[in-house]
């Protein structure tokens, strides 16, 4: 049924499109950098650093309790604030366990915790750092995405 809804509600096109027949030169071809965790670029601004497909945790955040066999994937440091993403293996139970523990034993508030049981929770925090702290499920529910992005509390840094 849907396929015939899609076949009904397309339409002709009247013209083609104008660079229908252009060749691209092989020297503009895209750079493959591999799967994510594969291959490392880092890319750098006057603002900071992006550091795509691994790598360590900004030097900002350095000390930020992350648990064991945290994988770093992306990771970014402009001026006063930082941000990394990763995943790990694990129960969403431990990880939250975990959060609960080690943010106030490394002088951070949890401000609040939102949570969709079994599937996600979101730490707000404050301390030498603001900001968010989400732990995610997975696509396929293989392990958990661990996405941290913080600020220093006052905007001057």
Do not use: K, N
């Amino acid at each position: 049924q849907l396929e015939a809804r899609r076949g009904r509600d397309r339409q002709p096109l009247d013209e083609e499109a104008p660079d229908i027949d252009r060749e691209f030169p092989p020297e503009t071809e895209a750079e493959s950098l591999g799967p994510t965790g594969t291959t490392e670029t880092t890319i750098a601004t006057a603002e900071g650093e992006v550091s795509i497909g691994g790598g360590d945790v900004p030097q900002l955040a350095d000390g930020f309790p992350l648990p064991d066999g945290f994988e770093v994937q992306l990771s970014t440091e402009i001026t006063g604030e930082v941000g990394f993403s990763g995943r790990v293996d694990g129960e969403l139970a431990d990880l939250v366990a975990f959060y609960e523990a080690e943010l106030p034993a490394a002088g951070y508030e949890i401000v609040s915790r939102q949570e969709v049981p079994g599937v996600l929770s979101v730490f707000t925090i404050d301390g030498p750092l603001a900001g968010d702290v989400v732990v995610s499920e997975e696509p396929g529910g293989a392990g958990w995405s661990i996405l941290v992005a913080l600020a220093f509390p006052d905007a001057d840094g």
